[in-house]
């Protein structure tokens, strides 16, 4: 985990990760902690129609047409641009045409119900699998590119 989050440029947050970030990851300080450094320190870009400020270290809102702002944000020279968590941003990325990567952990347990991150609506898109690897708590992360027509 910390050798993905390292790697980011910048992040791109829906509101309601963005705030479940801000409220603990600012309190995180330790130097020794690369994923706390690296999320404190590196642009957030919060996608939200309902916040009016962001006051986390290097956030910035994005308020008007979010397909639009990603698409420039990607046209930039930042380097990788990370979506943690932020199932409905995530919808949307699809959509449009903006996720170059899937990197899916899946977890071995049976919660029975939930979210779904690929629910009723999602456009349907093509994957390929480009790596698979499995932690030792068992937690196996799926690496999939986006397969363009």
């Known amino acids: 985990m910390t050798e993905w989050t390292t790697s980011a440029g910048a992040f791109l947050l829906g509101r309601k990760t963005y705030e479940i970030f801000a409220a603990s990851w600012p309190k995180s300080t330790d130097p020794a902690d690369e994923s706390a450094m690296a999320l ?3 642009p957030k870009y919060v996608a939200s129609r309902t916040l009016k400020d962001v006051s986390w270290n290097n956030a910035s809102l994005l308020q008007d047409d979010v397909a639009d702002a990603v698409a420039e944000l990607k046209s930039q020279d930042g380097g990788e641009i ?3 968590g932020s199932s409905e941003l995530v919808q949307t990325l699809i959509e449009h045409d903006l996720v170059d990567e899937l990197r899916l952990w899946m977890f071995p347990v049976a919660l029975g119900t939930g979210k779904r991150l690929f629910g009723q609506g999602t456009i349907p898109r093509s994957f390929r699998l480009v790596d698979l690897r499995q932690n030792t708590t068992g937690a196996v ?3 999939y590119d986006a397969v363009t027509a």
């Open 141 to 143: 992360l799926h690496v």
């Open 82 to 84: 990370q979506v943690h």
């Open 40 to 42: 404190n320190t590196r």
